[in-house]
Structures are given as C-alpha cells and as structure tokens.
C-alpha cells in the first residue's frame, strides 16, 4: 500500500510536469499494484491455512521453503530435529512468518544463488531457526526508512520472547537466527 502511494504522488507530480512520461509511469504503476495484490493475497492465504498447528513447525517451514525454492529457482536446503519439527503453539505461527519474511527479503534484495533454513534444538529448552543465504549482505545496523521488515522481524520476536540475532556482511550473505525458549511463558495476574 504504502508503494502504491508513493506511485500515486509520484504521478501527479509527472502529470504536471512532463506528462509525455506518464504512460511508461502508468505501466509500471500497474505492475506495483499487481505486486502488492499478489502479496496480499499470499498473507491472506498463509493466515488461513493453520498449517504450523496441524502439521507442526518443522513441515510447515519445510513446505514454505519448497514455494520459495520453486518460485526463486535458487538452490537450498533444508533441516530441522524431530522434536523441533513437532512444535506447534502461537510461537510458532510467529517463527513461520518470521521465516516467511526473511525469505522475502532473500529473494528480493540478497541477489543471492543459495539458501538454507535450519529449525533445531539447541538445548531441551531452546528451539532455534536460522535463515541463511550468499547473497551481498548488507549493514544491519544501517536501517533504510520506508523498510520496515527488519524493525516488524525485531518486533515479532520480541512478542514471543525469542532473541533476535542478524549476521551480515557486505558480500558475505546473511544469516537470521531466532533463539525461542520454550519454558512457558510467565503468567503475571492482573492487580
């Protein structure tokens, strides 16, 4: 919505301007609104499907990861322990659009030829999803305004108690790695 708005402003503008390039604008207007379409339409469809409560996490990653690798061509694995692949609470609805959008982020600003997910358990208490791939890198630290996927990752793990830990480099890929502990979460009564 908020590229579509952009187009919006930025046609009026031309209009004004040089209106002899508002067609060559127009199309690429279009091709944003049907980007914009198809991702709603993708959310729409993965807030539906309860796949994490019905199958577990592990097999909704893995089915996740199969779309990507089929829609990308890019070349990846995949793997996850038994008895990570077997949680299913609210947690890990979260961590399966955590993955979701850290895919999205491959695929549209890493420029990268592999990727690899990876669900496991690092202790009996601790489960831990990394996303990795080889593409440019880039500087966490530097956030760019108008993107809001890092800040909406951060804040997504933050509700679920988990840490979030971005590895990168300028090419040298990225590596996303969530760290859930999975003793209950502390129940406070209200006053």
């Given at each position: 919505m908020m590229a579509m708005l952009s187009e919006i402003r930025f046609l009026r503008k031309l209009q004004s301007y040089d209106p002899t390039a508002l067609p060559d604008e127009l199309v690429h207007a279009e091709e944003v609104a049907h980007e914009g379409l198809k991702e709603a339409r993708?959310?729409?469809i993965q807030m539906?499907?309860?796949?994490?409560r019905e199958m577990g996490l592990g097999p909704a990653l893995a089915a996740?990861?199969?779309?990507?690798?089929?829609r990308t061509g890019l070349a990846g694995d995949f793997a996850a322990d038994p008895e990570a692949a077997r949680?299913?609470?609210?947690?890990?609805?979260?961590?399966?659009?955590?993955?979701?959008?850290a895919l999205r982020n491959i695929e549209r600003h890493s420029r990268a030829t592999r990727a690899t997910v990876r669900l496991r358990m690092t202790d009996p208490r601790h489960l831990e999803l990394s996303?990795?791939?080889?593409?440019?890198?880039?500087?966490?630290s530097a956030l760019n305004s108008g993107?809001?996927?890092i800040v909406g990752l951060r804040?997504?793990?933050?509700?679920?108690?988990?840490?979030?830990?971005i590895d990168s480099r300028i090419n040298a890929g990225t590596k996303l790695t969530v760290s859930l502990p999975l003793s209950p979460i502390p129940f406070a009564p209200r006053a």
């Amino acid at each position: 919505m908020m590229a579509m708005l952009s187009e919006i402003r930025f046609l009026r503008k031309l209009q004004s301007y040089d209106p002899t390039a508002l067609p060559d604008e127009l199309v690429h207007a279009e091709e944003v609104a049907h980007e914009g379409l198809k991702e709603a339409r993708t959310a729409i469809i993965q807030m539906r499907a309860n796949t994490v409560r019905e199958m577990g996490l592990g097999p909704a990653l893995a089915a996740a990861f199969d779309h990507f690798l089929d829609r990308t061509g890019l070349a990846g694995d995949f793997a996850a322990d038994p008895e990570a692949a077997r949680f299913g609470d609210d947690r890990a609805e979260t961590l399966l659009r955590m993955a979701h959008e850290a895919l999205r982020n491959i695929e549209r600003h890493s420029r990268a030829t592999r990727a690899t997910v990876r669900l496991r358990m690092t202790d009996p208490r601790h489960l831990e999803l990394s996303v990795e791939d080889n593409g440019i890198g880039f500087d966490p630290s530097a956030l760019n305004s108008g993107h809001y996927g890092i800040v909406g990752l951060r804040e997504q793990a933050e509700l679920i108690g988990a840490a979030l830990r971005i590895d990168s480099r300028i090419n040298a890929g990225t590596k996303l790695t969530v760290s859930l502990p999975l003793s209950p979460i502390p129940f406070a009564p209200r006053a």
